[in-house]
């Protein structure tokens, strides 16, 4: 059901230009989370200049992954309760973060895939929390709570 | 008292690779932390690519701020509690950020400066938590709370 597919290809044009999962954004970090049994994954590699100290990866590259994780895997969510899968034709819904929340556990290294693994939460019809582990391996490098919001009409400017 | 001066300009050469505020990574943001009378402030304008959705900037470049923000700022105020100020020959301290939250108020308006504001609160000798509020003009966008740690001697490369 979906699973090789990632929302991100999926969502309406005027909301694929995000810096970090943004299908249109040419300069972006281009994420992408699909679905993994219950759960959701977004794997990435920093690019080298997403250091933090040499060797080490960047604590705001890591929000960013969670960020966009968070709220790729709510639309995913709702999508899904709403009766749809993704790339079946249909658009899915939009979210924005309301706030968002880092543990940063150990140092992450770079040069190796992260693996932020999403557990969703319906917290509300149109809010939902995602709890996201992101491994370096076998390492979990850093525990983030995305709450994320379905997108009020006023944000998409004509 | 060296309000003219950013810590991030004098950071040790070790320390000055960060992707958000290393004065050294080539690719990166550059942000930079100065004394605001007993707050500290980072003044930074988002790049274009910076969006959320067209129109608004991206949570992550805004997790982001508000990471740099803290270390930078929790460096400033133990360089200070331990007698010396920016720029006066000695190296400030080196911080890794423990915890980050970020709660989005408002979306944030893309092409103007944004200014973060902290205020700086020690939790402990080796741990300094700092609250930031980031502005667009008089909106305040968002909130953000960093638990910024002293770095471990273990970090650093040899």
Same mark, same amino acid.
């Given at each position: 059901m979906g699973t090789d597919k990632s929302i991100q290809d999926y969502y309406p044009e005027d909301y !694929?230009?995000?810096?970090?999962?943004?299908?249109?954004?040419?300069?972006?970090?281009h994420f992408k989370t699909r679905w993994q049994g219950e759960q959701t994954v977004t794997v990435y590699t920093p690019r080298?200049?997403?250091? !933090?100290?040499?060797?080490f990866v960047y604590g705001g590259l890591l929000a960013s992954l969670i960020d966009c994780h968070g709220t790729g895997s709510a639309s995913m969510a709702l999508h899904r309760k709403n009766g749809q899968e993704i790339g079946d034709g249909t658009e899915p819904p939009r979210f924005v973060t309301a706030s968002l929340k880092v543990d940063f556990m150990k140092p992450t290294p770079q040069d190796v895939p992260l693996n932020a693994i999403g557990t969703i939460e319906e917290i509300h019809p149109k809010k939902w929390k995602i709890h996201t582990e992101v491994f370096a391996g076998d390492i979990c490098c850093a525990k983030g709570e995305v709450v994320a919001a379905v997108m009020p009409a006023s944000f998409i400017q004509s």
């Open positions: !694929a230009w995000c810096y970090g999962c943004g299908r249109l954004n040419e300069e972006g970090l080298p200049e997403h250091s !933090a100290i040499p060797g």
